[in-house]
């Protein structure tokens, strides 16, 4: 009897370009033994700018989808079939529906549905309800990037916990250095940031559930009592304007650079003291996890699992989402001691260890190997 075939996993996305779910796919998929599985992306719309960074051995197939198209599940299913897919991987909210659904037309592909938080700061919307519970009696399993998203899936959604498999983020402890200055140096003089500015750092896209307009309104409060604080804010979305517009009605220009969107955040980092995530909600973070490498004091809002990362008054400040006036306070208390922002980075270091990416990269590569551990047959119908 000849040997089954390596298995082939789709792994499904709207786009290859966005954020930190893009990036870790990249960042996988440039990981994986080629030799356990066959390894293709699937995006929804455009394959996006960031498909140049896959490897030549991973290939795309953009389904170029217009608006609300309800042609995807068909079309997925078909290329599903002729890769002889076992397993569907598709990542985030917005690509489960179609996911299933070429799950329901192949009969053979097992579906695995990837939550890495919402686009809004809202709970699950009827519409993600009803798609998580209707995956769910079809036989989809699901995984989360972190078990405060593995709960909410739990209590939002009504996924049994044992559906659920909680595969953690994690950061090239690589790319990141501790030594911040001899690495920003050169970001700070192209951003027109002096040696004595102290510089607060976000890095995210600009989008209602990032919440920049908290931070910046916690910033205009703090410069008052330490005009020497400068806000760094790496990315770019829709609210771009809104936030410029924010900006300048509340007299910020000077102290506010807007960096736009950046492949390699590494120097951008390099010229932070300090970092901050506002988000309304998240899953867990990959920007924090990369200040977090790069040896940063944090301030963090109490979302997602960040505090598990970030413990208060350790690591960094923990403070309630929406907060504006904790915030300030923790930007003027670590903007006036550099001792507590060393003291702070240090141990931000030394808790990103734990976070390497190569434990991100293991979880993976043992869930696959456990989802598809008994030998897959092409002609075999899935029951």
């Not at 770019?236 to 969107?261: D, I, M, N, S, Y």
């Not at 006036?325 to 060393?342: I, K, M, N, Y």
Request: aromatic share 6%.
């Amino acid at each position: 009897m000849s040997r089954n075939p390596t298995p082939t996993i789709l792994h499904v996305v709207n786009t290859l370009e966005g954020g930190g779910t893009e990036r870790t796919l990249i960042a996988l998929l440039n990981s994986f033994d080629p030799s356990r599985f066959h390894h293709k992306v699937v995006t929804l719309r455009g394959a996006g700018d960031w498909a140049a960074q896959l490897p030549d051995h991973v290939s795309v197939r953009a389904l170029d989808a217009k608006g609300k198209s309800r042609r995807c599940g068909w079309t997925l299913a078909r290329y599903c079939r002729r890769q002889n897919a076992a397993l569907i991987h598709a990542r985030n909210t917005c690509t489960w529906p179609d996911a299933v659904m070429a799950g329901l037309l192949t009969r053979r592909s097992r579906v695995v549905l990837g939550f890495h938080g919402l686009d809004s700061p809202t709970s699950f919307t009827t519409k993600q309800r009803w798609s998580a519970r209707w995956a769910r009696r079809t036989g989809a399993t699901f995984t989360a990037v972190g078990h405060a998203a593995k709960e909410q899936l739990q209590l939002q959604a009504q996924i049994p916990g044992e559906s659920i498999r909680v595969l953690p983020n994690g950061v090239d402890l690589a790319r990141f250095t501790n030594d911040n200055r001899s690495i920003g140096s050169a970001a700070r003089a192209q951003l027109s940031l002096g040696p004595k500015d102290i510089v607060v750092g976000t890095v995210g896209s600009l989008t209602p559930v990032k919440n920049h307009a908290m931070l910046i309104q916690a910033m205009s409060t703090a410069i008052r009592s330490l005009p020497e604080l400068r806000l760094l804010i790496v990315g770019e979305g829709p609210l771009e304007q809104t936030l410029k517009k924010q900006v300048r009605e509340t007299h910020l220009q000077p102290f506010v650079r807007f960096a736009g969107w950046h492949d390699h955040v590494a120097p951008l980092l390099g010229c932070m003291d300090i970092y901050v995530c506002s988000s309304a909600s998240e899953a867990m973070s990959n920007a924090l996890l990369e200040a977090m490498a790069s040896g940063l004091p944090i301030v963090t809002t109490n979302v997602g699992d960040h505090a598990e990362h970030v413990r208060n008054n350790i690591e960094g400040f923990v403070i309630p989402p929406g907060d504006s006036e904790q915030l300030c306070d923790r930007l003027v208390l670590l903007g006036r001691s550099p001792q507590r922002r060393r003291e702070l980075g240090i141990a931000t270091r030394r808790r990103a260890q734990n976070v390497g990416f190569n434990r991100t990269l293991a979880a993976y590569e043992e869930y696959y190997s456990d989802a598809l551990k008994h030998s897959y047959c092409p002609s075999e119908k899935q029951r």
